[in-house]
């Protein structure tokens, strides 16, 4: 039923009312705001992958600074 909604057919309807078919404008208003509602989603995941990224690289580089002048841990020598 969620599609109706997405295009409108259930505002001001008292419940139990039958809902007709949505007119074209109606399916492609209910089709964009899922279209948006998708895209807000990956928008949102890209972000949080982004500050995941930023703080390993941040980690990364305190790494990189604190690592001692002479042969590392395996004794490979300083790259």
Do not use: C, H, N, W
């Not at 309807?13 to 208003?29: D, F, M, N």
């Not at 209910?30 to 390993?56: C, N, S």
Request: glycine content about 10%.
């Amino acid at each position: 039923m969620a599609p109706a909604r997405d295009a409108g057919l259930l505002q001001g309807k008292p419940a139990g009312e039958t809902v007709g078919r949505p007119s074209a404008e109606q399916a492609e208003i209910a089709r964009l705001r899922r279209e948006l509602q998708l895209a807000q989603a990956k928008l949102a995941r890209t972000e949080t992958a982004l500050t995941i990224m930023g703080k390993a690289r941040e980690l990364l580089e305190d790494i990189s600074r604190s690592e001692p002048d002479g042969p590392d841990v395996f004794g490979l020598g300083k790259r």
